[in-house]
């Protein structure tokens, strides 16, 4: 994800990002690479010189052969250099291969060293040291009790976990009634809010991707923990549709004049949660499958950091339409994964818990993705340039009808409507429970 010519030429500035990062134990990899770089390079400046020499005995060889015919002896001096040229041969065999090795060996270490992250970004070992920057909206806590989000969907019976567990197993749910209703015009009004308002392209892209995608799109910690493999193929089921959606522009050169590349997408992701935080027994917050829509911007590295405040400021604009308080908050150094430039949350207001949970994740890869799948483009000059990558969640309920619910919900029972959604829910301004 780093060019080897940066790493070359700024180690300890890789190793000071490193430990930024509190991945101290990653700290020799960086000279490692190096010697192996440079291993790497010398045997291809000897495969050069040899190549050359070859060629140079080839022409000798054949006028030998030409003066042979007056001279006998310049057969045998002719056969003397083809000996020659046959240990070349076999010495260049050998430098092909080590190229090939330590080629394999440089890219498997320039995967795991993580991206450089951005001076801005504030330095901490985990999620706990992510720093609160703003919020918007007034966080409301009712004189009412307000139910965990299962008991609410219960209420409209619009939700059946039981049947899911049956069927599933734990992390998947069949929602029903309004509350199906209530999470495809979530997902409608969000996706019409990213082409009417903010002026992104549409895209239902595929729901699995190669491996060659998966890792040019991910780190491989976040790859254990998150895709599911198809047994006897070379697929893996989407997490997110950021995934097929950067891997779209694998081993394409753009055209710098259509830059920025600005793309909203609907998906279902699928992801396995291994890890600390595991799959809830009782509730949708973290679950093997749900529906989603994101934001792709593909662009030149100079537009990047404008991109990223535009991005993580759409998600503002839509949950405050949605009357929903949320709050900015920008994660340390410690919880990036290793392909991230910059990153920060979008966290809602949860009433019942009175605090603020994730609802939306906006990030900066700089040129990591384009590195890993050759994504450029042409700037005015013609030159051949990296291309840039952000996404940044839309909606992704279930997930996101937590926080609605939550601060919607009157004191008995029923589920206030805004009017931005009222077109998508046939006109329903309130919900009201059918069953007590």
Not at 241 to 248: A, L, N, Y
Not at 377 to 397: I, M, R, S
């Amino acid at each position: 994800m780093l060019d080897i010519r940066f790493v070359r030429e700024n180690p300890e500035l890789v190793k000071e990002n490193i430990r930024k990062k509190f991945q101290d134990s990653k700290l020799p990899l960086v000279d490692e690479v190096i010697r192996l770089d440079a291993e790497y390079r010398a045997a291809i400046g000897e495969a050069s010189d040899l190549r050359a020499n070859r060629n140079k005995l080839s022409k000798q060889i054949g006028m030998l052969m030409g003066q042979a015919k007056k001279d006998p002896a310049k057969a045998a001096e002719a056969e003397e250099v083809k000996k020659q040229v046959t240990a070349q041969a076999d010495r260049l065999k050998e430098l092909e291969a080590k190229e090939d090795e330590l080629q394999a060996k440089i890219q498997e270490i320039m995967y795991t060293i993580p991206q450089m992250i951005d001076p801005s970004v504030p330095i901490g070992p985990d999620d706990s040291h992510n720093v609160e920057v703003q919020r918007f909206g007034e966080p409301v806590v009712p004189d009412y009790p307000i139910p965990y989000h299962v008991d609410i969907m219960e209420s409209f019976n619009g939700i059946d976990l039981d049947a899911a567990g049956r069927v599933s197993g734990n992390g998947f749910y069949y929602l029903l009634g309004d509350m199906a209703r209530l999470h495809e015009a979530v997902l409608a009004y969000a996706r019409d809010f990213m082409i009417d308002q903010k002026g992104f392209t549409y895209v239902i892209p595929p729901f699995m991707m190669h491996g060659n995608v998966v890792k040019g799109v991910m780190s491989f910690p976040e790859m254990d923990a998150m895709m599911y493999k198809i047994e006897g193929e070379d697929l893996y089921l989407i997490g997110t549709s950021e995934h097929t959606m950067i891997g779209r522009f694998i081993d394409q050169t753009l055209d710098g004049a259509t830059l920025p590349i600005t793309l909203t997408s609907y998906s279902p992701c699928f992801r396995k949660e291994k890890g600390a935080h595991g799959i809830e027994e009782r509730g949708v917050y973290r679950i093997h499958q749900f529906e989603k829509q994101e934001m792709i911007v593909v662009c030149k590295p100079e537009d990047s950091m404008d991109w990223y405040d535009r991005l993580w400021k759409n998600s503002v604009e839509l949950f405050r339409s949605l009357e929903i308080p949320v709050r900015q908050l920008e994660c340390c150094s410690g919880d990036l994964a290793d392909l991230k430039v910059k990153s920060c949350d979008i966290e809602a207001w949860s009433p019942r818990q009175q605090k603020y949970f994730e609802v939306c994740s906006c990030s900066n890869l700089g040129d990591a993705q384009a590195r890993r799948l050759h994504i450029r483009y042409k700037d005015e000059e013609g030159k051949t340039q990296l291309a840039h990558t952000l996404n940044n969640t839309c909606v992704a309920p279930p997930r996101m009808l937590i926080a609605f619910l939550e601060n919607h919900l009157q004191a008995d029972g029923s589920v206030t409507i805004p009017e931005v959604l009222r077109p998508y829910m046939g006109g329903k301004s309130v919900l009201v429970p059918n069953k007590k």
